[in-house]
């Protein structure tokens, strides 16, 4: 068996280790938890879903309405995700424009800036009500749920020291938030 080089087909084996889903399904799933973490498109979801198919570590289960294709995983796919989880050390490389962009504030007068900074702090917040109204939902209760709410507890985490790093900025450049 061929090991996976890209971490998305290791997050659909993951997906796909809760059970069968078809492509739409799974690209709705990723963009509705762990796209805060690791975003995808469709079309980069489909292409990799023929790659899994190829190594076998997913196969097609049946026919879904409209032309739509059902993916389950295979037990070599399931062993791959663990091996993937057990064996690898995960980049911790962040590439992050809106902090890059931080270095480049000089360039651009005062208000420019601090309303740069206005935009960080409000994203922030958005983010973070977001976050806190899922976790108002969730209750974890089996192995999956209580990872979910680990990678959310981190979203809150993060979120929330954004947020202070934002107000912390704008007091610092001598404006206030709004």
Do not use: C, N
Not at 24 to 40: C, D, E, K
Not at 44 to 73: F, H
Not at 140 to 158: E, V
């Amino acid at each position: 068996m061929s090991r996976l080089t890209g971490t998305l087909g290791h997050a659909l084996l993951g997906v796909l280790a809760e059970g069968p889903r078809t492509g739409y399904a799974l690209v709705r799933h990723l963009a509705q938890s762990i796209a805060y973490t690791w975003p995808a498109s469709h079309s980069q979801v489909y292409p990799e879903l023929a790659r899994l198919r190829e190594a076998g570590l997913i196969r097609e289960r049946a026919a879904a309405p409209r032309g739509g294709r059902v993916y389950e995983l295979t037990d070599a796919g399931l062993e791959e995700v663990r091996r993937w989880l057990r064996e690898t050390e995960p980049s911790r490389t962040v590439r992050d424009e809106s902090a890059l962009r931080l270095f480049f504030l000089w360039l651009l007068e005062p208000d420019e800036a601090a309303d740069y900074l206005h935009g960080e702090a409000e994203r922030a917040r958005a983010t973070l009500a977001e976050f806190q109204r899922i976790a108002a939902q969730e209750d974890p209760d089996t192995p999956k749920t209580r990872a979910y709410r680990t990678a959310l507890d981190l979203g809150l985490r993060s979120a929330r020291a954004r947020l202070a790093w934002a107000e912390d900025a704008l007091r610092a450049s001598g404006r206030r938030s709004r």
